[in-house]
T-cell receptor, first 115, second 112 residues
Framework: KAGVTQTPRYLIKTRGQQVTLSCSPISGHRSVSWYQQTPGQGLQFLFE???????NKGNFPGRFSGRQFSNSRSEMNVSTLELGDSALYLCASSLEGRAQQDTQYFGPGTRLTVL | LAKTTQPISMDSYEGQEVNITCSHNNIATNDYITWYQQFPSQGPRFIIQ???TKVTNEVASLFIPADRKSSTLSLPRVSLSDTAVYYCLVGGVYSSASKIIFGSGTRLSIRP
């Protein structure tokens, strides 16, 4: 079974631009979560989607948004990019995202650099 | 969500057994304990998960005492490829107001 895939793997943007990242979950997984990882802040939860609905949201500004499609694929968008948005953006999928033991499987991430 | 405390870093040698302990004093009755491994510029990889006592799989063992206020990840006979950051997570991500907290993890360095 294929793992979580994320595209693109690397991205360079300039301040003020916007960016869209894509995530394809493991087949059959309906929950998709997004995380931002930086050296200073570590791994931080952005939001989680299930059945095309945002179910949980972390403490990030409204410039960060996402959506999920009927096939469970998800995209996240960051508008008006700032230098501090440079990070590794990780996507994780799980079956239902409800049970305690519903393990999350992470993708390889998208490395975003904002110049 | 229960906060976890782990050593910032650990060093060991190839062939040794490595034990990484995580403290989670505020663990809730329904919380599970999960460990992830992360290599640079890659997503975290699930290692093992448990609720109580001992869990073993092909790569690691997880020891959880009766009070569940701590847990120990045990990696038998480590190799250079086990050099990574290890994260301990407690609780569930998916309660109505949950936000997952990975913490700073333990940076494990294995030497020849």
């Amino acid at each position: 079974k294929a793992g979580v895939t994320q595209t693109p793997r690397y991205l360079i943007k300039t301040r003020g631009q916007q960016v869209t990242l894509s995530c394809s979950p493991i087949s059959g997984h309906r929950s998709v979560s997004w995380y931002q990882q930086t050296p200073g802040q570590g791994l931080q939860f952005l939001f989680e989607y299930f059945s095309e609905t945002q179910r949980n949201k972390g403490n990030f500004p409204g410039r960060f948004s996402g959506r999920q499609f009927s096939n469970s694929r998800s995209e996240m968008n960051v508008s008006t990019l700032e230098l501090g948005d440079s990070a590794l953006y990780l996507c994780a999928s799980s079956l239902e995202g409800r049970a305690q033991q519903d393990t999350q499987y992470f993708g390889p991430g998208t490395r975003l650099t904002v110049l | 969500l229960a906060k976890t405390t782990q050593p910032i870093s650990m060093d060991s040698y190839e062939g040794q057994e490595v034990n990484i302990t995580c403290s989670h004093n505020n663990i809730a009755t329904n919380d599970y304990i999960t460990w992830y491994q992360q290599f640079p510029s890659q997503g975290p990889r699930f290692i093992i998960q448990g609720y109580k006592t001992k869990v073993t799989n092909e790569v690691a063992s997880l020891f959880i005492p009766a009070d569940r206020k701590s847990s120990t990840l045990s990696l038998p006979r480590v190799s250079l490829s086990d050099t990574a950051v290890y994260y301990c997570l407690v609780g569930g991500v998916y309660s109505s107001a949950s936000k997952i907290i990975f913490g700073s993890g333990t940076r494990l360095s294995i030497r020849p």
